[in-house]
């Protein structure tokens, strides 16, 4: 009976509490439980068919947290969840920074302006649609969550100033219908535009109709990750970079033209380059444009067209379009990556004027003459052979020289130094080298002494693991060393 009458007073209780709240529904998985509370602190109810019932609870929300819904008033309204606002614009005027704007899902007609620190976030992604031309104008960042800028007419996202502007998109898509969905005039170095898990899309794409545009003023920065820029035909440029900005794409896909120009940078890893009836990629631009692990699917060849600077790894074309224009780095083609300098060749090797410009600056290369290594503007031949030539194994004294000869200092057995010990009347010393095929050159020059008497020091024998230097007058006669003269080796297997 007890337990009864508990459940009485908390069934009585609760539905006091609700009956002080406007009734919301919105679709929410039936999985959902009674009194389950919220991030921002409220409880919700939930009917039997799976829709919210009620907003309740005696928790605050967080003054962090300013709200707009559909059935919200900018005039009455305070911005709270009971008393939401009816227009994002208004919210955004109404908050300070550090203030998250939450909307409840719909679509809000209106144009928008960011404002530094002012933040939006819907509560499942693709649930709040703004429509209209929306500004980014402001000094600081602004994150925006699971929204969709959307327009029928004009630009989506115009970007402008002269301030450093930090905006970033994470589960969020920006829509055009028939203007630039997005278009950046900024020109601060430090302005980043990122996008990670959403879409770029544009509904009738043409000569001012493009996914991302940027002026000849930009010069800061876009970061596209796991995300898409999307047009309705691939017959148009999707991406259209100027300035002196860098754009970096990793993952999933351009649908459209790629252009930079002026000194604007390009980097296209692990994503989709689509395009017809023009190259994928035209670069004129004297930064530098990289596709990395990336298939580019076209009509045309090249594929990569313009007079740019333009390198290439890991490629695969995925139609009868292929290859980069004659015209790139100065005539010399499109250019192998140099973060992969290894390039294993059966036919002829990177055009010499490739090695002239230092385009292939620490780059190793075979064909069937043998290995080339690139320095700086020179390209070297690197013997080949099935006998040890060198060895990293240190040296040691075997015999001969004076008392407690030692090896001082080596770099294996290409150079390194003997002091001969003192006392004794040595003339000659054997040192001890790892088995080459046939036996060892070596050259050696006593550097601590030079009179009549310690004058020349050469190699005497050698066998597959030793070779003998000695001392010799200026006669030619074998003589003893100084003690504790330093003799300098430099050995080659053979």
């Not at 908050?95 to 939006?120: C, D």
């Not at 589960?171 to 900024?186: F, K, L, Q, R």
């Not at 060892?440 to 070779?467: I, L, R």
Request: a neutral charge; charged letters at 5%; hydrophobic letters at 40%.
């Amino acid at each position: 009976m007890r337990q009864l009458i508990y459940i009485l007073i908390i069934v009585f209780s609760f539905a006091s509490t609700v009956s002080a709240f406007e009734k919301v529904t919105v679709p929410i998985a039936k999985t959902s439980r009674l009194g389950k509370v919220k991030p921002d602190g409220t409880t919700i109810s939930v009917a039997v068919d799976g829709t919210i019932a009620a907003i309740a609870g005696p928790i605050v929300a967080p003054t962090a947290y300013v709200y707009v819904g559909k059935n919200g008033n900018d005039t009455s309204g305070t911005g709270s969840a009971n008393a939401p606002y009816l227009t994002v614009q208004k919210a955004i005027t109404a908050s300070s920074s550090g203030t998250t704007i939450f909307i409840w899902p719909g679509t809000y007609a209106e144009n928008i302006a960011m404002k530094a620190g002012v933040n939006l976030t819907a509560p499942a992604q693709y649930s709040v649609y703004i429509t209209g031309n929306h500004t980014s104008d402001f000094t600081g960042t602004v994150i925006i969550n699971n929204i969709v800028l959307n327009s029928t007419t004009g630009v989506t996202l115009a970007i402008s100033g002269t301030t450093a502007q930090n905006l970033q998109f994470t589960s969020s898509y920006i829509n055009s219908g028939t203007g630039d969905a997005i278009n950046i005039v900024n020109s601060h170095a430090s302005t980043k535009l990122s996008i990670t898990d959403g879409n770029v899309n544009v509904a009738t794409s043409g000569g001012s109709a493009r996914g991302i545009y940027t002026s000849t003023a930009w010069a800061g920065s876009i970061m596209l990750n796991r995300a898409s820029v999307k047009l309705n035909t691939p017959a148009n440029v999707a991406v259209a970079l100027n300035g002196s900005g860098a754009y970096t794409h990793t993952s999933d896909a351009i649908y459209g033209q790629s252009t930079v120009a002026n000194s604007a940078s390009a980097t296209l890893a692990n994503i989709t380059l689509t395009s017809a009836g023009a190259a994928a990629l035209t670069t004129n631009s004297s930064g530098t444009s990289i596709t990395l692990n990336t298939i580019i699917t076209t009509d045309t060849t090249p594929a990569v067209a313009g007079a740019g600077i333009a390198y290439f790894s890991a490629i695969i074309y995925g139609s009868t379009g292929a290859g980069g224009a004659a015209t790139l780095n100065g005539g010399l083609g499109a250019l192998p990556l140099q973060m992969a300098p290894i390039r294993l060749r059966a036919g002829t090797l990177l055009p010499a004027g490739a090695v002239a410009a230092g385009y292939l600056d620490g780059t190793f290369e075979h064909d069937t003459t043998g290995v080339k290594f690139t320095n700086s503007t020179t390209r070297y031949s690197i013997l080949m052979s099935a006998n040890t030539l060198l060895s990293v194994t240190a040296p040691t004294i075997s015999s001969g020289f004076g008392t407690s000869p030692s090896v001082v200092a080596n770099n294996g057995v290409g150079a390194f130094t003997v002091n001969v010990g003192t006392g004794g009347t040595a003339t000659s010393g054997v040192i001890g080298l790892p088995t080459a095929t046939n036996g060892w050159s070596c050259s050696c020059n006593d550097v601590t002494t030079t009179s009549s008497s310690v004058f020349m020091c050469k190699q005497t024998a050698t066998s597959a693991t030793t070779a003998t230097i000695g001392n010799f007058n200026t006669s030619g006669a074998a003589t003893a060393w100084t003690a504790s003269d330093v003799i300098q080796v430099k050995c080659m297997g053979y």
